[in-house]
């Protein structure tokens, strides 16, 4: 390609509205230009690199047997109502009516789609397992589009969905899926780690998310520093406390009651009875699906974690009650609840760790009134304790008991065991081995293929520029002709540009009449991995300078010895980035 005659609208000034270097440098580079919010178009350069990493996903899955398909972006609605999430998915999908006045949405995810259309067709468990996928544009109304490719409402994205006739080969499919993601982002040149992910309903260890680490991320992630686990701040276990149960201990004096005038939230209550936070429990009665009121108890210096909670009351959604609802079942204003002499009715959760010790602090259920030496056993009725809360980084990991740290992640591909939850609601079934009608046992698995641009900026960038990885770099290498009006230099660059492009390696020839500092500048800011300038120097002394991107080291390869010395040193580049060519 030449630069001379190539479309890359690079502009000075970082745009107003980008927070996130990839999204400045993706609009400075000339890459993506924006329509609306969160709405883009790809430009040449910023098109190839997606399209890059388009194909190396593609070949992984069709590597691991899965199928492409293109399914429609328009959706009708019909097949929404049946599954229940024309109500449930809420305003991010965009709906639209026809000029039948029939209702339709964009493609914010396909599961109603492939399921309707596998369902009659695959009859017999011999055609399974199959999983087909698609890459495509989704459209997601997100409430908070930004920073650019990382979170728009129009992206692309890879979804595939895997079709099973029992939990074993469900299993297998999962897997199979897992370690194509591994070979797919490792072959982008990703720094990235799979970590558990809430898998909601259908329980069990089967959603991960893989993570490209970086600051920007908008995840948090719990590692371990010694073993392998990793998980979503959101699923992270907690590991069970050591230690007897106290919750009976006979050596607690009766609860009683003392006055804390105005004192509601842990602060006050602690400051005004001198006590540590950690000698209260929280007392937090919330609303399951907008109906059944639950209590969760946790220590007064934790968070809750909400999904965990959704996954042990079952529901979708949990939110806390609102004023109104607190006083009609506690008796008292907001900031008084607690477990002793509450309605029965309730069901009650409380954090494990508050088994381990007793003579807590709680709320009485009487304005300005909190008990002390309660012992949740004797003085309450707990329906179960679990792990409720959130992890924190003094914590120890849950699997090995060691340090664990916490890091930024940005999510670029999700796997899940759906189970049957779409085959059942769309009664898409098969034949088994005896004859007998059985649900199709469903995976899904995304990948954001617009954002992992957008990440591996993130990860890989600097004060100049882009630095991309070698297999998603809109142009491999950058020859730099700093010929000007010296026709030998500019004839030997033509002669590079030329024996560059045989060797079938994607160059990006900069023929343009500027002045040497702009061609550097923009080589930097659009972050070929590799760059060659050929200067008049250069030419006399028989050699072109070569620069690598991402550790600015420079060598001199000969002019005579070009392609071995220019194979060797590109070899060299991607080793570097830890990949095979
Ligand atoms: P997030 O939590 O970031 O909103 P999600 O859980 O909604 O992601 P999935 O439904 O699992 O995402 O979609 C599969 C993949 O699509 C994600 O892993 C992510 O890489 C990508 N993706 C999701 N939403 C967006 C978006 N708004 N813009 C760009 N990519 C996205
Ligand atoms: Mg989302």
């Given at each position: 390609?030449?630069?001379?005659?190539?479309?890359?609208?690079?502009?000075?000034?970082?745009?107003?509205?980008?927070?996130?270097?990839?999204?400045?440098?993706?609009?400075?580079?000339g890459m993506i230009r924006k329509l609306t919010s969160g709405i883009y178009s790809y430009l040449p350069l910023g098109l190839r690199s997606i399209n890059k990493v388009a194909r190396i996903v593609r070949e992984e899955m069709d590597r691991a047997g899965a199928m492409e398909v293109s399914l429609p972006m328009v959706q009708p609605a019909d097949l929404w109502v049946e599954t229940g999430r024309w109500d449930y998915y809420g305003k991010e999908l965009l709906r639209v009516k026809d000029r039948h006045g029939r209702d339709y949405c964009l493609?914010?995810?396909?599961?109603?789609?492939?399921?309707?259309?596998?369902?009659?067709?695959?009859?017999?468990?011999?055609?399974?397992?199959?999983?087909?996928?698609?890459?495509?544009?989704?459209?997601?109304?997100?409430?908070?589009?930004?920073?650019?490719?990382?979170?728009?409402?129009?992206?692309?994205?890879?979804?595939?969905?895997?079709?099973?006739?029992?939990?074993?080969g469900a299993e297998k499919s999962y897997w199979k899926m897992f370690e194509a993601y591994k070979a797919a982002f490792s072959r982008i040149g990703l720094c990235f780690k799979p970590v558990q992910a809430d898998s909601g309903a259908i329980g069990g260890d089967f959603s991960h998310e893989f993570m490209v680490l970086a600051d920007t991320g908008e995840d948090t992630i719990a590692s371990c520093k010694s073993c392998e686990f990793g998980a979503n701040l959101e699923k992270a276990k907690v590991a069970q406390p050591q230690g007897v149960c106290h919750c009976d201990a006979e050596q607690t004096s009766a609860f009683e009651e003392v006055e804390t005038p105005d004192a509601r939230t842990v602060d006050e209550v602690c400051a005004y009875l001198n006590i540590k936070s950690d000698q209260l429990i929280k007392t937090l009665l919330l609303k399951v699906d907008g109906k059944e009121p639950v209590l969760a108890l946790i220590r007064g210096d934790r968070e809750l974690n909400a999904i965990k909670l959704r996954n042990l009351v079952g529901g979708n959604e949990i939110e806390m009650a609102d004023e109104a609802l607190v006083k009609d079942l506690t008796g008292a204003p907001v900031g008084f609840a607690g477990p002793v002499t509450l309605s029965k009715n309730i069901?009650?959760?409380?954090?494990?760790?508050?088994?381990t010790k007793s003579d807590w602090v709680t709320g009485a259920n009487k304005a300005d009134t909190h008990y002390r030496h309660v012992s949740l056993g004797r003085d309450c009725e707990i329906d179960k304790f679990a792990d409720l809360r959130v992890i924190e980084e003094t914590d120890v990991c849950p699997e090995c008991g060691?340090?664990?740290?916490?890091?930024?992640?940005?999510?670029?591909?999700?796997?899940?065991?759906?189970?049957?939850?779409?085959?059942?609601?769309?009664?898409?079934?098969?034949?088994?081995?005896?004859?007998?009608?059985?649900?199709?046992?469903?995976?899904?698995?995304?990948?954001?293929?617009?954002r992992i641009v957008a990440s591996a900026i993130e990860q890989n960038?600097?004060?100049?520029?882009?630095?991309?990885?070698?297999?998603?770099?809109?142009?491999?290498?950058?020859?730099?002709?700093?010929?000007?009006?010296d026709e030998a230099v500019t004839a030997k660059a033509e002669e590079l540009y030329d024996i560059i492009s045989k060797l079938n390696i994607e160059v990006a020839y900069d023929d343009r009449k500027e002045r040497p500092g702009v061609k550097f500048a923009d080589a930097d800011l659009i972050g070929y991995p590799m760059q060659l300038v050929l200067g008049g120097k250069g030419l006399k002394n028989g050699i072109v300078e070569a620069k690598d991107r991402k550790t600015g080291e420079k060598t001199e390869l000969p002019l005579d010895d070009f392609v071995e010395a220019f194979t060797a040193w590109r070899e060299e580049i991607w080793a570097k980035w830890g990949l095979d060519m």
């Open positions: 390609m030449r630069l001379s005659s190539y479309y890359i609208p690079t502009l000075k000034e970082d745009p107003a509205d980008a927070e996130v270097m990839s999204h400045k440098l993706l609009m400075r580079a493609g914010p995810t396909h599961e109603e789609v492939i399921t309707d259309l596998v369902r009659g067709e695959i009859k017999s468990y011999k055609q399974l397992p199959i999983n087909l996928y698609q890459i495509q544009t989704k459209f997601r109304d997100e409430i908070r589009p930004r920073f650019g490719l990382m979170r728009g409402r129009e992206f692309i994205m890879k979804d595939a969905y895997s079709f099973d006739k029992d939990d074993e069901r009650t959760f409380a954090d494990h760790e508050l088994c060691k340090e664990i740290e916490f890091t930024k992640g940005i999510e670029v591909g999700h796997v899940f065991r759906l189970g049957t939850k779409y085959s059942e609601k769309m009664d898409a079934t098969f034949l088994d081995e005896n004859g007998k009608a059985k649900h199709l046992v469903m995976g899904s698995y995304g990948i954001g293929v617009s960038h600097d004060e100049n520029g882009c630095i991309f990885p070698p297999p998603i770099a809109p142009f491999e290498v950058a020859l730099i002709s700093l010929g000007g009006k």
